[in-house]
């Protein structure tokens, strides 16, 4: 075998080679690295049900708001006080405890017997005042998820962000050797609660994305034994083979309308960029070249691509109108830059920078520049943007363990989220 076609047969199935033997019931846990600089004190004082106090809400908005990195949240051991709604906070008293703002709730029936309210007051305790108040509504069985709103409008209301604590994220794991190993795709919060299994193969599964509108995922499976992109309603469990062509299938990609899909595929020769009509069924090559161009990622306004490409030699990564055309280089810093997203608002673009014996999460301009380093592992890969932005979740290498790992774009905070017994690959942040 050449050695270029051996290297470019690494290239592509390194992420198979990476995960490894893991345990399909793998439950993520969260453990904060790194803190924030500047974090807001604040306190989430249990939810009141009937008049007496209720567990069922206010640690999953703690644990929501203590892991952004955000805010620093007061254990309860230390409450001065707990009041419960209509009443509000002595604020003199939170004053003194080093607190800037108390949230108090409850918990109302709805009118119907499976609805219920969630009601609380967000309160500034140095100045004295409300800074907002909500009702939430949410079903019997959807109390977790109800905690991620409220902890949403919490975010929003205090950092001016939008917040993520109520999306999902989507991650392969897989367990057993030989014929009996088993690959799952599943979907669980951004807590790493309430996982879902969407598919089951004995072949890999790779490169889950979620579409625009949170209700498709796109992903590479080899259950008959070749490359195939699949799209999966998770509503219905419906999936739809969209592209099987011969030699790679892989990389999907969803444009920001949802309507087509950016895929590498081999079938013409070396691997290239090509753009797929979802419904059409119509496919369009994008670049056309003898080297590697694989690992498209939409622009958010849908008008360009970021690839990765060794046309120059080594990976490096380009950008190239979705429209076609000669890709122009973007990177310069290194000998190896790949997998590059851009943020929503199309202003950064995120990527696996090599060098010095290691790969990490780089940050830089869209439209090139010096790369920032946010980590300092041995092995991080597959960076993927938050839906705010503000936030960058990554595969990492760390003494036999692969957790998945996330870390703020300033590079300040960081946190892993591990897997009790497993590791997992390949995780995609809903919108």
């Given at each position: 075998?050449?050695?270029?076609s051996?290297l470019?047969?690494?290239?592509?199935?390194?992420?198979?080679l990476l995960m490894?033997s893991f345990?399909?019931?793998?439950e993520l846990m969260?453990?904060i690295?790194?803190?924030?600089?500047?974090?807001?004190?604040?306190?989430v004082l249990?939810?009141?049900?009937?008049?007496?106090?209720?567990?069922?809400?206010?640690?999953v908005?703690a644990s929501d708001?203590e892991?952004s990195?955000?805010f620093?949240v007061?254990?309860?051991?230390?409450?001065?006080?707990?009041p419960?709604m209509p009443?509000?906070?002595?604020?003199?008293?939170?004053?003194?405890?080093?607190q800037e703002?108390v949230v108090i709730?409850?918990i109302v029936?709805g009118?119907?017997?499976d609805?219920?309210y969630?009601?609380?007051?967000l309160?500034?305790v140095?100045?004295?005042?409300e800074?907002l108040?909500?009702r939430?509504?949410?079903k019997v069985n959807e109390t977790r998820?109800?905690?991620?709103r409220?902890?949403?409008?919490i975010?929003k209301a205090?950092?001016g962000?939008r917040g993520v604590?109520n999306?999902?994220?989507a991650?392969v794991?897989?367990?057993?050797?030989g014929?009996?190993r088993?690959?799952?795709?599943?979907?669980?919060?951004?807590?790493g609660e309430d996982?879902?299994?969407?598919m089951?193969?004995?072949e890999?599964?790779?490169s889950p994305t979620?579409s625009p509108?949170?209700?498709?995922?796109?992903?590479?499976?080899?259950?008959d034994?070749?490359?195939a992109v699949?799209v999966?309603n998770?509503g219905?469990g419906?999936?739809?083979?969209v592209?099987?062509?011969?030699?790679i299938?892989g990389?999907?990609?969803?444009?920001p309308?949802?309507?087509?899909?950016?895929?590498?595929l081999?079938?013409?020769?070396?691997?290239d960029?090509?753009i797929?009509?979802?419904?059409?069924?119509?496919?369009?090559?994008?670049t056309?070249?003898d080297?590697?161009?694989?690992?498209?990622?939409?622009s958010p306004?849908?008008?360009?691509?970021?690839?990765?490409?060794?046309r120059g030699g080594?990976?490096?990564?380009?950008?190239?109108?979705?429209?076609?055309?000669?890709p122009?280089?973007?990177?310069?810093?290194?000998?190896?830059?790949?997998?590059?997203v851009?943020?929503p608002?199309?202003?950064?673009?995120?990527?696996v920078?090599?060098?010095?014996?290691g790969?990490?999460i780089?940050?830089?301009?869209?439209?090139g520049?010096?790369i920032?380093?946010?980590?300092?592992?041995?092995?991080d890969?597959?960076p993927a943007f938050?839906?705010?932005g503000?936030?960058i979740l990554y595969s990492?290498?760390?003494?036999g363990?692969?957790p998945?790992?996330?870390?703020?774009?300033?590079?300040r905070?960081?946190?892993?989220?591990?897997i009790?017994?497993?590791d997992?690959r390949g995780?995609?942040?809903s919108?």
């Amino acid at each position: 075998m050449k050695i270029r076609s051996f290297l470019r047969l690494c290239w592509f199935i390194g992420g198979l080679l990476l995960m490894g033997s893991f345990p399909v019931h793998a439950e993520l846990m969260v453990d904060i690295t790194q803190g924030g600089d500047g974090a807001m004190p604040i306190a989430v004082l249990p939810f009141s049900a009937l008049g007496v106090p209720s567990g069922s809400l206010s640690p999953v908005i703690a644990s929501d708001l203590e892991g952004s990195g955000k805010f620093v949240v007061m254990p309860a051991s230390r409450f001065p006080e707990q009041p419960f709604m209509p009443a509000h906070p002595d604020f003199s008293l939170w004053q003194q405890q080093g607190q800037e703002h108390v949230v108090i709730g409850r918990i109302v029936q709805g009118s119907q017997s499976d609805t219920l309210y969630a009601e609380f007051v967000l309160y500034d305790v140095i100045q004295g005042r409300e800074v907002l108040s909500e009702r939430v509504p949410f079903k019997v069985n959807e109390t977790r998820h109800a905690g991620h709103r409220i902890a949403d409008l919490i975010y929003k209301a205090l950092t001016g962000e939008r917040g993520v604590f109520n999306t999902r994220v989507a991650y392969v794991s897989a367990s057993g050797d030989g014929n009996d190993r088993e690959y799952r795709l599943l979907v669980a919060d951004t807590d790493g609660e309430d996982p879902k299994v969407v598919m089951t193969s004995p072949e890999p599964i790779m490169s889950p994305t979620w579409s625009p509108d949170g209700k498709k995922i796109a992903y590479v499976s080899f259950e008959d034994h070749a490359a195939a992109v699949f799209v999966q309603n998770l509503g219905s469990g419906e999936r739809q083979k969209v592209s099987s062509h011969s030699g790679i299938n892989g990389a999907p990609s969803w444009s920001p309308d949802g309507t087509q899909l950016a895929l590498t595929l081999s079938k013409d020769g070396s691997p290239d960029i090509y753009i797929l009509g979802i419904v059409s069924g119509t496919l369009r090559r994008v670049t056309k070249d003898d080297s590697i161009e694989t690992e498209a990622s939409w622009s958010p306004d849908g008008r360009s691509l970021v690839l990765t490409s060794d046309r120059g030699g080594k990976p490096q990564l380009y950008v190239v109108s979705a429209q076609g055309g000669e890709p122009r280089r973007l990177t310069y810093d290194g000998a190896y830059n790949a997998r590059g997203v851009f943020s929503p608002d199309g202003r950064k673009i995120a990527m696996v920078h090599g060098g010095d014996g290691g790969y990490r999460i780089g940050l830089m301009d869209a439209e090139g520049g010096d790369i920032k380093l946010l980590t300092a592992g041995r092995l991080d890969e597959s960076p993927a943007f938050a839906p705010n932005g503000q936030f960058i979740l990554y595969s990492r290498k760390d003494s036999g363990h692969d957790p998945l790992a996330m870390v703020s774009i300033d590079g300040r905070f960081k946190k892993n989220i591990k897997i009790k017994g497993g590791d997992v690959r390949g995780a995609s942040w809903s919108p």
